[in-house]
Nanobody, 118 residues
Framework: QVQLVESGGGLVQPGGSLRLSCAAS????????MGWFRQAPGKQRELVAH???????TYLDSVKGRFTISRDNAKNTVYLQMNSLKPEDTAVYYC????????????WGQGTQVTVSS
């Protein structure tokens, strides 16, 4: 079955960087749109960055210029490079996959905690 496993979260000081990875299995990775969502305590889950199977990119306004999403179809992995991190970026970050030809087929990772604090 499809599995998405995130890694790379942790505690970082404001202004620091982290790179999240999401390793996918049980799927033809190149046929999926991939995204990163986040959810902070008491807030709704929001889309942070998205990369389609055709490599089109979308970003949440508040992370533009700081975060970069990328994918490696040979490694079945999607990345989120996060620079200039701010305390308001603190959240659980989730990997998300949607089959391009059938949007009802979507999958979530278990999440990885990112905490930005001095």
């Amino acid at each position: 079955q499809v599995q998405l496993v995130e890694s790379g979260g942790g505690l970082v000081q404001p202004g620091g960087s982290l790179r999240l990875s999401c390793a996918a299995s049980g799927m033809i990775f190149s046929t999926f749109h991939m995204g990163w969502f986040r959810q902070a305590p008491g807030k709704q889950r929001e889309l942070v960055a998205h990369i389609t199977s055709g490599w089109s990119l979308t970003y949440l306004d508040s992370v533009k210029g700081r975060f970069t999403i990328s994918r490696d179809n040979a490694k079945n992995t999607v990345y989120l490079q996060m620079n200039s991190l701010k305390p308001e970026d603190t959240a659980v970050y989730y990997c998300h996959a949607v089959l391009a030809s059938r949007p009802s087929s979507e999958y979530w990772g278990q999440g990885t905690q990112v905490t930005v604090s001095s």
